[in-house]
């Protein structure tokens, strides 16, 4: 099952998408007046990270709670 994880930019969340149908499966907020650039997925598949260019944090997405489970500032132009 093939999932695809978009950022809904300064919606600050982010969406997984079912590629089979292309609907939002699943929506998870990110919060803190983001936009959320350059996600990666784990090997696993629970986590996924990505950098918020408004804050400049890298930021840790658990997948399977559906929450943002850290923020860690990256410096200036935090980008992947």
Do not use: C, F, M
Request: without cysteine.
């Amino acid at each position: 099952e093939k999932k695809l994880l978009i950022s809904l930019g300064d919606a600050e969340k982010v969406a997984i998408i079912d590629r089979g149908t292309w609907t939002i499966e699943r929506e998870i907020v990110t919060g803190n007046k983001g936009y959320i650039n350059d996600l990666v997925i784990n090997d696993s598949g629970a986590l996924a990270y990505g950098v918020d260019v408004a804050t400049q944090e890298l930021v840790t997405i658990d997948l399977v709670k559906g929450e943002v489970s850290s923020r860690v500032k990256a410096g200036r132009q935090p980008y992947a």
